[in-house]
């Protein structure tokens, strides 16, 4: 995957898109119960919210409640997870049991915060709302959404995200040695703020900036961040592609273990197999290229490359695919 596949390579893997619907928590009230289904959501989701939605009010409130408590030692991945399966039953009981999802979603909200307290994990939160609340009739939870105080750095990479998909889309060429369009220009001062602010995705998307600027220092640097965000599982895999496609013609060690990296992370994504298997290809590899290539099996599986130029901030479908490939296995 070179500089120029990562800036003109998006309509092909958009126009590919088939949407698809870990950790464990550290503590929990209960033995089983809630805990028992927020971890089985990551393989068997539908089974998971089923469960969810027999759990009795009051046990559920408990379960909830112990979770969202700042000393419960659930990880932030356990709390998004829990995120995702109570917006999935919010969903289903928006349908036709109103009363049960006002409950749920106050319940939710609770989760919300808790999630909100990890460091880099506002970012996770800020997608969940965008995702779920479009799916429901849900006002003061949306204006509070708007009050927390890292939204506004939140929107902005929103905005930076939706400008860098604009400049892409309309100056990116493969003849260019660097792409610096108006719109990369203008994004460039709202991811400043979000990296300030603790942001790591921010730091994936400027990290791109940079590197197709042709700044490989600052962009290595950004990109290092965001592969090591402990937040998001979707931006160590993205961050990882772009720092294999940095590495290329200077470190091939380096590029192949970027590329298996991101591999591991998502191991049916489709980019990630692409990458290294053309790597391996390009390094006289072909037996070790083939056995990467057929090892993707037949399902398709949501790539997190799709919706980094989906401009998925307006699109809740796609930004529920990411979501789920978050924290699903």
């Keep these: 995957?070179?500089?120029?596949?990562?800036?003109?390579?998006?309509?092909?893997?958009?126009?590919?898109?088939?949407?698809?619907?870990?950790?464990?928590?550290?503590?929990?009230?209960?033995?089983?119960?809630?805990?028992?289904?927020?971890?089985?959501?990551?393989?068997?989701?539908?089974?998971?919210?089923?469960?969810?939605?027999?759990?009795?009010?009051?046990?559920?409130?408990?379960?909830?409640?112990?979770?969202?408590?700042?000393?419960?030692?659930?990880?932030?991945?356990?709390?998004d997870r829990a995120l995702v399966m109570h917006g999935d039953a919010l969903v289903t009981l928006a349908r036709d049991r109103r009363d049960e999802a006002v409950q749920q979603l106050a319940l939710t909200d609770e989760l919300a915060a808790a999630a909100a307290r990890h460091a880099g994990n506002q970012w996770f939160v800020h997608r969940w709302y965008s995702a779920y609340l479009p799916k429901l009739d849900a006002k003061d939870t949306a204006a509070r959404w708007l009050q927390q105080p890292w939204y506004r750095v939140a929107a902005g990479v929103d905005r930076a995200r939706a400008l860098e998909t604009q400049g892409g889309q309309r100056t990116l060429r493969p003849?260019?040695?660097?792409?610096?369009?108006?719109?990369?220009?203008?994004?460039?001062?709202?991811?400043?703020?979000?990296?300030?602010?603790?942001?790591?995705?921010?730091?994936?998307?400027?990290?791109?900036?940079?590197?197709?600027?042709?700044?490989?220092?600052?962009?290595?640097?950004?990109?290092?961040?965001?592969?090591?965000?402990?937040?998001?599982?979707?931006?160590?895999?993205?961050?990882?592609?772009?720092?294999?496609?940095?590495?290329?013609?200077?470190?091939?060690?380096?590029?192949?273990?970027?590329?298996?990296?991101?591999?591991?992370?998502?191991?049916?994504?489709?980019?990630?197999?692409?990458?290294?298997?053309?790597?391996?290809?390009h390094d006289n590899r072909m037996d070790e290229a083939r056995r990467v290539s057929a090892h993707g099996g037949t399902q398709p599986a949501f790539d997190p490359w799709w919706s980094y130029f989906h401009a998925a901030a307006r699109d809740p479908e796609m930004l529920l695919a990411e979501l789920h490939s978050e924290v699903c296995r």
């Design 1 to 79: 995957m070179t500089r120029v596949t990562l800036g003109v390579s998006a309509c092909a893997f958009v126009a590919a898109l088939i949407l698809v619907q870990a950790a464990t928590p550290a503590a929990a009230p209960l033995r089983g119960g809630y805990l028992e289904i927020v971890d089985q959501f990551a393989s068997a989701p539908t089974d998971a919210v089923e469960r969810l939605l027999a759990l009795p009010p009051e046990e559920l409130a408990l379960s909830v409640r112990d979770a969202a408590r700042t000393e419960s030692g659930w990880t932030p991945e356990a709390l």
């Design 175 to 281: 003849d260019l040695p660097t792409y610096e369009p108006a719109e990369f220009r203008e994004a460039i001062p709202l991811l400043e703020q979000g990296v300030a602010a603790g942001l790591p995705v921010a730091a994936l998307h400027l990290g791109r900036i940079r590197m197709l600027a042709g700044s490989d220092l600052a962009a290595r640097q950004l990109l290092d961040v965001a592969a090591n965000d402990p937040s998001s599982r979707v931006n160590r895999y993205l961050a990882h592609l772009f720092l294999g496609a940095l590495a290329e013609g200077e470190d091939a060690q380096a590029a192949e273990t970027h590329y298996r990296a991101a591999l591991d992370l998502q191991p049916r994504a489709q980019s990630a197999r692409l990458a290294l298997s053309s790597f391996l290809v």
